[in-house]
């Protein structure tokens, strides 16, 4: 497919990884914040061909792994109740709550569809109209005006049967984050490229200088990530802290203005509680007060549950780069991707279950491949 | 709504983020929604600049290949 | 700053099936090994983990097989149940090197089913044995209330003769062996996703349902001494590969490079975000030969249709038992796992 294979080319591909080892002259550690970029990292192997000095960090970046627990609990209370038809994005199915998860809960009888886009939720709303539809609408900033569009449609149509259930959580404030905690290793990130299709690239301006970490917006393809890397060492060899753009081809500077006029009008920032990291402050979205009688987290009055004591899940260092999966003393004896103890090993983004994928391997010969 | 072809498989989507979209463009989408039309000057330019550096290593290179 | 929350109950202690126990991976072992094993105690000592069960009768060997064919929706592009669940026994006995003879056809079928529906499906079937060389000798028939199955269930059971001089079964791969893929992977649960309900797709794509039976009768006429086949079905190429270096305890590397993808399955699965080495297919096979048989065996499988794209992708190694491991098309190598449980439901 156009665009997709030509950055994918392998020829291309050696010569930016020799010049990031012709570039490199000491330890760096790199953190991307995307799920869709650690998946190509494993995907293709990118971390083993890279010279020993860089080392990636497997960031926050995936939306399954830091939606909070309660927020699923009430997902799965709303799942289980017998008027409603709970619809969701397949990644979310297997991810646990306190106690259950949706799979589960349809497995218990309950109404659960996998959807490919909250459209298609709306379009069951419309099917239905004596069931409550529900959409959980997690993610990053990229499938928010997608959800934006349902709500708002939702709303024009009078629809009375659709509500969301809104986890979305933003990049900028957990970059930051992570930046700013004392224990962090991140010398630089590479920042999601469609994320930063929708919203730009000005908000990651203020945490690069602040901190002096270079953040370069990177894409997703096998060469998006290898130059992204490059231009990362490149600034860190040179002593710069800037923001800079490798993935021109889908990004622009100020992001994408329909979608962020809708993403004001439906959304506003809140406080956001990120699974296995804590509350980071104005790190989230929920419906605006326009669109407050749409948030199922209020027509369905569910209740926050209580998290209990931490079970030895060691997730949320991982999220932030402080140890490696492998560090943990759980890992690959008491959690495995069959028996997950928390999100990152669920989700196959996740830093935890990529890890598991290497534990095994010991030296292979592919001299005669 | 509109018809995108995934390179063999065609699917529904919505243009209403990319007004500017027209037939025979690329776009990137999520979740059934175009998020921004692909700028294919810039893609190539950053083929280019890979080709380039391939270029500069060679040209720097002392050691024979 | 970490926040402690509580352990996840892990899907084996759950106490009610789930759609993934039906993935055909992980979680089905699971389901096998810890629940039916057990419970069926002594009278399961001959059970085996491969397509088919081979006992010996005489000094004949019979192989014997039974699948469940639940696909959703019943017409896809390409197929239907009613070739799926011929075809789908045939290849598990052709995956014991077995002639397959004769097989039973048990329907459950739905209250208020269109009779013309079933008319199709059993003419269907009536064509695919045919094709396949085999007779649909008994069966049977049961009709559940309006609401369940989905407008029909059918079970077929086969039997076949294993020839003499054969003997295939996933212990027998050896390092050395090549590892040979019949054709292009992810066109079968491509198909079916493409009308499935939720996610349609406009596509020209095929599920490539068909016997195997002819095909590996020919390489089995070049090469008798053949030593795993195995046709991917559920868990797709992933699952295939892995289930032959467990159950052997042996490595398998492959070069990614080497697999045929239909564009189209490429595709689908980047937007859907599936891995096409864990689609399923119908009609794709399978086979590890000893080094030194490999040219004729991929000769007899370019003679015939399903097998003009049949092409070495690997070998198996001492290496890493247990794993397969996959060298990517940029030099570098990726573990390959079995999907952990539920994709694509109802695909079969």
């Known amino acids: 497919m156009k665009y997709l294979s030509e950055f994918a080319d392998p020829d291309l591909a050696a010569l930016l990884l020799t010049d990031i080892a012709e570039t490199v002259t000491r330890p760096w550690a790199l953190m991307e914040v995307c799920g869709g970029q650690t998946h190509s990292i494993i995907r ?326 | 709504m509109a018809t995108a072809d995934f390179g063999g498989v065609t699917k529904t989507i919505c243009l209403v983020y990319v007004p500017e979209a027209s037939i025979g463009d690329y776009t990137i989408i999520h979740a059934g929604f175009a998020i921004t039309v692909l700028d294919e000057e810039a893609a190539q330019a950053s083929l280019d600049l890979f080709e380039e550096i391939g270029i500069l290593e060679s040209d720097t290179d002392q050691a024979t290949p | 700053m970490a926040e402690g929350w509580t352990c996840p109950v892990p899907l084996r202690d759950h106490d009610r099936i789930t759609i993934a126990h039906g993935g055909g991976g992980l979680l089905t072992d699971e389901l096998i090994t810890h629940l039916f094993l057990p419970a069926f105690g002594a009278a399961a000592s001959g059970a085996t983990p491969t397509d088919s069960a081979v006992l010996p009768f005489g000094d004949q060997r019979v192989a014997f097989t039974t699948d469940s064919y639940v696909v959703r929706p019943l017409f896809f592009p390409g197929g239907n149940i009613g070739e799926l669940a011929v075809y789908g026994t045939v290849n598990d006995l052709a995956m014991a090197g077995a002639e397959p003879m004769a097989l039973s056809t048990a329907f459950v079928l739905e209250e208020g089913v269109e009779v013309e529906v079933l008319g199709r499906v059993a003419q269907a079937m009536g064509e695919a044995a045919a094709l396949a060389g085999v007779q649909l000798v008994t069966g049977d028939t049961k009709v559940v209330d309006a609401g369940l199955a989905d407008g029909m269930y059918i079970t077929t059971a086969g039997v076949g003769l294993v020839p003499k001089d054969v003997d295939i079964r996933p212990e027998r791969a050896t390092p050395g062996d090549k590892v040979i893929l019949s054709g292009p992977i992810g ?76 564009p189209e399955v490429q595709a689908a699965c980047g937007f859907l975000g599936l891995d096409p080495a864990h689609v399923a297919n119908e009609g794709t096979m399978l086979a590890i030969v000893a080094p030194d048989d490999a040219d004729a065996v991929l000769e007899a499988m370019h003679a015939h249709d399903i097998g003009s794209h049949a092409v070495v992708i690997g070998e198996v190694t001492e290496q890493n038992p247990g794993v397969v491991v996959a060298r990517t098309p940029l030099g570098g190598h990726r573990i390959v796992d079995r999907p952990l449980g539920e994709q694509l439901p109802r695909i079969c």
């Open chain 1, 44 to 369: 293709h192997g990118l971390d083993q061909l890279l010279p020993a000095e860089v080392e990636l960090i497997h960031g926050p970046g995936c939306p399954v792994c830091v939606t909070p627990v309660e927020i699923i609990d009430q997902g799965l209370e709303i799942a289980e109740r017998h008027d409603v038809i709970f619809c969701s994005f397949g990644d979310m199915l297997r991810v646990p709550g306190s106690s259950t998860d949706l799979f589960s809960v349809r497995a218990g009888g309950g109404d659960v569809r996998v959807v490919y886009s909250p459209l298609d939720a709306l379009s069951i709303a419309e099917e239905h109209p004596s069931k409550q539809v529900v959409f959980f609408a997690v993610g990053f900033e990229t499938t928010a005006p997608a959800n934006a569009m349902a709500v708002h449609q939702a709303r024009d149509r009078g629809l009375t049967n659709f509500s969301m259930l809104v986890s979305h959580v933003l990049v900028p404030p957990a970059i930051e984050a992570i930046a700013a905690s004392p224990d962090s290793r991140v010398d630089a990130f590479l920042a999601a490229g469609h994320v930063c299709t929708v919203m730009g690239t000005a908000q990651y301006e203020p945490v690069a200088a602040r901190y002096r970490v270079p953040i370069i917006v990177t894409g997703f393809e096998p060469l998006d990530v290898l130059d992204g890397i490059r231009r990362a060492i490149q600034q860190l060899e040179g002593g710069r802290a800037e923001v800079e753009n490798a993935y021109p081809r889908a990004v622009r500077s100020d992001g994408n203005t329909v979608a962020r006029a809708m993403l004001e009008e439906v959304f506003e920032t809140t406080d956001r509680d990120w699974r296995g990291i804590g509350p980071i402050p104005m790190s989230g979205w929920r419906l605006s007060a326009a669109y407050r009688e749409f948030d199922a987290e209020l027509r369905f009055a569910v209740h926050d549950r209580r998290i209990e004591a931490n079970n030895g899940c060691r997730a949320g260092e991982v999220l932030q780069g402080v140890i490696k999966p492998n560090q943990c003393e759980a890992f690959g004896v008491r959690c495995t991707p069959r028996h997950p103890m928390g999100a990152t090993m669920v989700s196959s983004e996740g830093a935890c279950a990529a890890y598991y994928r290497y534990r095994r391997l010991g030296e292979v010969d592919f001299d005669h491949g």
């Open chain 3, 187 to 262: 066109r079968h649960g491509t198909a079916v996703l493409s009308v499935r309900e939720g996610l349609e797709f406009g596509t020209d794509l095929q599920s490539d349902c068909a016997p195997l039976n002819g095909m590996v009768h020919a390489m089995l006429a070049a090469r008798p001494d053949l030593h795993v086949l195995r046709d991917l079905t559920r868990g797709g190429l992933a699952s295939g590969l892995c289930t032959i270096a467990e159950t052997a305890q042996i490595g398998i590397r492959y070069t990614e490079a080497t697999v045929p993808i239909p």
